[in-house]
T-cell receptor
Framework: QQQVKQSPQSLIVQKGGISIINCAYE??????FPWYQQFPGKGPALLIA?????SEKKEGRFTISFNKSAKQFSLHIMDSQPGDSATYFC???????????FGKGTKLSVKP | DAGVIQSPRHEVTEMGQEVTLRCKPI?????LFWYRQTMMRGLELLIY????????DSGMPEDRFSAKMPNASFSTLKIQPSEPRDSAVYFC?????????????FGPGTRLTVL
């Protein structure tokens, strides 16, 4: 299966709270898991990415948690800010291939 | 670098007309991707090229869609004839040779409306 399942579809968080978005995949051959951020009217842009040899990667307020045995990974946004309001896509790929398989996206709204 | 450039940014056309979307990838990038984004289906990969050669076009919805990359700095996505269900935002993206950690850089997209 090439599918990447993402949840929730939408998320509302208060300023300062933690936003959590989850993704699950089927293909155990996937070995690269990026998250993309998309603002209205813009193209998606890489936010943070992880490879399956580590269980966690942190960049500022953004953290990816990776569970290889469960075939799941998640994005945590700490101290969420109104400027984080955007649509977030998880994705997966194999290094031997050039394409990314994207999840359906999560629209995050951070309320002031 | 100006990033990935797409034109036009908006296109409104009538059903049955030919539509051509254009993309200029980032200089030096070997991979070029065409995506379609809709509310219902999310972000779908249509086709991608490596060194101007189409590698996988399994996402192209039907024969009405065609894509070309005549050189390293230009690609087109053509829809002929267009239908209302083709209305979507079409993105072009490019990346360096794939090493598992290379980023895909997306253009601003072309919003297509077929009446």
């Amino acid at each position: 299966q090439q599918q990447v399942k993402q949840s929730p579809q939408s998320l509302i968080v208060q300023k300062g709270g933690i936003s959590i978005i989850n993704c699950a995949y089927e293909n155990t051959a996937f070995d690269y898991f990026p998250w993309y951020q998309q603002f209205p009217g813009k193209g998606p842009a890489l936010l943070i990415a992880i490879r399956p040899d580590v269980s966690e990667k942190k960049e500022g307020r953004f953290t990816i948690s990776f569970n290889k045995s469960a075939k799941q990974f998640s994005l945590h946004i700490m101290d969420s800010q109104p400027g984080d309001s955007a649509t977030y896509f998880c994705a997966a790929s194999r290094r031997s291939q050039g394409n990314l398989i994207f999840g359906k996206g999560t629209k995050l709204s951070v309320k002031p | 670098d100006a990033g990935v450039i797409q034109s036009p940014r908006h296109e409104v056309t009538e059903m049955g007309q030919e539509v051509t979307l254009r993309c200029k990838p980032i200089s030096g990038h070997d991979y070029l991707f065409w995506y379609r984004q809709t509310m219902m289906r999310g972000l779908e990969l249509l086709i991608y090229f490596n060194n101007n050669v189409p590698i996988d076009d399994s996402g192209m919805p039907e024969d009405r869609f065609s894509a070309k990359m005549p050189n390293a700095s230009f690609s087109t996505l053509k829809i002929q004839p267009s239908e209302p269900r083709d209305s979507a935002v079409y993105f072009c993206a490019s990346s360096l040779p794939w090493r598992g950690t290379d980023t895909q850089y997306f253009g601003p997209g072309t919003r297509l409306t077929v009446l």
